[in-house]
């Protein structure tokens, strides 16, 4: 109250110095006007302040929330944080049961998990929608919304999915007004079950295989109405060969969307069109127009020809399937498909027409889609006036798109395979080759006629032990050593030296996005798949078939976070749904044509000019990708550009891997010293096979001093390890091959560790490290990769004897 009455005695000052300075009466009443004005506002500010703050944080009202969510067409559930149901309408608890709490619908085993999965990114990314869940045949569409003052609730709509039936579609059509129609024209229908069960067929049919138009032959055995004779005609088993022989049109009844595009006759349902192979079918003058209509009803491929192999008509699907634009086929059957089949497609039409009533299948490739072969049905007809080749087309483009996959997935491998047994072949020569130039380094010096000649000969050796290392990397047999790191910290290392290889006419521009997650993969091998595409591009984009007005060209480098939600968006068949930290490498040059792309990652392929590149750079990045765990897409435009986009899921580590991080860090500050002060010498059991490589190895260790004894395969290193035994001797290390004929290192490893358990082995292989320690197995084991040098080689025994 004080505090009113002094605010009122100012503002009644306040408007008396106005009064006295202005001389006027008409200021301060204005002035009093403008205060009273003023506290008005703020008073009806202060009296809704209260009520709309109680409004905002209201407790929610879930019998008002539960009325609102009531739908007759969807199930409806809301949960908490915990999981628990708080509210759900009566179509939930009519479909699912009151006690089912999302996730834990009773779905379909696979959906259940899905809807588990789904909820976690619901709580992640705000929302997720699933197109088809199922529970005892029912499919439902499932929507999550994460809602909510503090986003702690989740919202689950279920809304039923009507579903096409397509074989009940046909059946349904045969069993009536259609079956009829094409009964006047005496053809027989039937729709058959995968379980060669009839499941509808029109009157005719009943007529000829069970003698009466009403019988109802659904639910009977299709086969065991038909016999053979010797020349292989098919006759109605109860007509005998008395009776008019028949022939077979045979289409699957398969829904492409649901079956990834491919049909599998064994598992499909099936519509057969019989014919008589003797005789008239109605009239002949009248009976195409009708046939064409009735056939054009069906949810199937179908066209016919006439006898000089024009199209007759083709149903709207039978175009879809072809890839025709407008309303009528063209004039021949072979204008569908490209030129190099356009002969075998004419001759088998002709085929058709001119011999017996058969049917059969042609392979072809629409001009509409040249690289996925389809399989296109012809059938021989006779009676049906101009109509001479009833034609089907069935699309197995999906079908033969995996198995071209499949198969250059098996190339690949079989590539890998050869290249990683080449490049472990090809580096013992190189060991031998580099060893022998280190000695005789050792006798020459700088200035010496043969000095400069044999450091040029080691260089190239240094040169193909690179060339082998991208043969490891491409058949995924290289020594990775993998570690927790950002992608922006492995292109900031890089990029001094990516700005020296493009030049200067090229501009390096490097975008970060944010809240990158952390990858696990190696870091030296990250790097080397950035130079390559580099180099790549700089190729593309500075004369090597490139465009030179377009230099100076552009070298993007873009990370990029791509959460489980945009690879869900992205709806791709090859990256799985998770988060990944992406890596997008993009230029401006020449581009790779359509035909190419797909080849571009094989071993050897180029697109360089004669003498430029050895073809294995885009194999090793591919390589290291894939060993990465990640993966790795090419897109590329003629004349505008590549971009090449590297997937790398992000590292999430789990409680083991952080348990172990922390016992190694325990480890390694109380790690107690050596057993032994290595002064230097010892003995050495040298265990190899290839002559040369075991020579060069014997006269590096002798001039370190070291005694060594020599053995060509695991058997002679158990007898000179025998022998040495029996005089009283041992030996400080085994060094050893890994592969080598009769016994190979580790066998012979495992016979000494049983005699001498603490002895150290020291193997030496072309192979990868990760692998060998897989299959090899044996506690304190090292690893010496070849090709190695003199100083290598010394080198890593001098550190196994020391730890020893």
Known sequence: MGEALALGAGVALSAAVLWLVSGQLLVPA???????????????????????????????????????????????????????????????????????????LPLDPPDTEAAEQAARAAWRDGSVRLAR??????????????????????VWRLAPVAEHDLVADVAD?????????????????????????????????????AGDETARVAGTDFVGYFRSDEQERIFYAREGTKGAPVRFVHLPLADPDERGGAIDPAHAASFFLLLDNEGGIGDARTGLPQVEALLSRLPLGLAMA???????????????????????????????VIREDKGALSDAVRRYVQGAPMAGDVAVRLRAAPEDPVSLSLAGVRGLGEGAVLLSLKDSSEETRLKREIAQATKMQAVGQLAGGVAHDFNNVLTAIIGYCDLMLMRHT??????????????????????????????????????????????????????????????????HDRDLG?????????????????????????????????????????????????????????????????????DNGHGIKPALLGKIFEPFFTTKDRGKGTGLGLSTVYGI??????????????????????????????????????????????????????????????????????????RALVRQGYEVTTAADGEDGLEALERTYATGGAFDLVLSDVV????????????????????????????????????????????????FSVAQIVTAVEEVLRAS
């Open 30 to 104: 204005a002035f009093l006007a403008g205060v009273a004005c003023l506290g008005a506002l703020v008073l009806v500010a202060l009296r809704l302040r209260p009520e709309v703050e109680t409004a905002e944080f209201a407790a929610p009202d879930w019998s008002v929330t539960n009325a609102a969510i009531e739908q007759e067409d969807a199930a409806v559930a809301i949960t908490d944080r915990a999981g628990r149901l708080v509210c759900a309408n009566a179509r939930f608890a009519e479909w699912f049961g009151a006690a089912a709490a999302p996730p834990r």
């Open 133 to 154: 869940v199922r529970k005892a045949g029912a499919a439902f569409t499932l929507t999550i919304v994460r809602v909510g003052r503090g986003e702690d609730h989740l």
């Open 173 to 209: 059509r045969i069993d009536g007004k259609l079956g009829r129609a094409l009964a006047r024209e005496g053809l027989q229908a039937a729709v058959v079950g995968p379980d060669g069960l009839i499941l509808s067929a029109n009157a005719p049919f009943c007529a000829r295989a």
């Open 306 to 336: 006439d006898r000089d192999g024009r199209f007759l008509f083709a149903n709207p699907a039978f175009l879809r399937a072809a890839g025709h634009d407008g309303p009528t086929p063209p004039p021949y059957p072979s204008d569908l």
């Open 446 to 511: 700088p200035g010496d006629s043969d000095y400069d000649d044999i450091q040029q000969i080691k260089a190239n050796s240094n040169r193909a032990a690179s060339l082998t290392r991208q043969l490891l990397a491409f058949s995924r047999q290289q020594t990775l050593r993998p570690q927790v790191l950002q992608l922006p910290d492995v292109v900031a290392e890089v990029s001094t030296l990516l700005k020296r290889l493009i030049g200067d006419r090229i501009t390096l521009q490097v975008t």
């Open 518 to 586: 952390a990858v696990r993969a190696d870091p030296v091998q990250l790097e080397q798949v950035l130079l390559n595409l580099a180099v790549n591009a700089r190729d593309a984009m500075t004369g090597n078939g490139g465009d030179e007005s377009k230099v100076p060209g552009l070298l993007k480098l873009v990370t990029k976070r791509v959460t489980a939600a945009d690879v869900r968006a992205m709806k791709s068949e090859i990256l799985p749904i998770g988060d990944y930290t992406a890596l997008i490498v993009e």
């Open 625 to 698: 990708v894939k060993q990465s765990g990640g993966f790795i897409f090419a897109d590329s435009e003629v004349g505008k550009g590549t971009r090449f986009t590297i997937y790398l899921p992000v590292h999430v580590p789990d409680a083991s891997e952080v348990a172990e991080t922390a016992a190694a860090a325990l480890a390694a500050a109380t790690r107690e010293t050596p057993r032994r002060e290595w002064t230097g010498g010892g003995r050495v059991l040298l265990v190899e096979d290839e002559d040369t490589v075991r020579a060069v190895a014997e």
């Open 740 to 787: 080598m004929p009769s016994m190979d290192g580790p066998t012979m490893a495992r016979a000494i560790r049983a005699q001498q358990p603490d002895i150290p082995f020291l193997f030496m292989s072309g192979y990868a490290e990760e692998q060998l320690r897989r299959e090899i197995d044996i506690p304190r084991m090292h690893f010496l990769a070849k090709p």
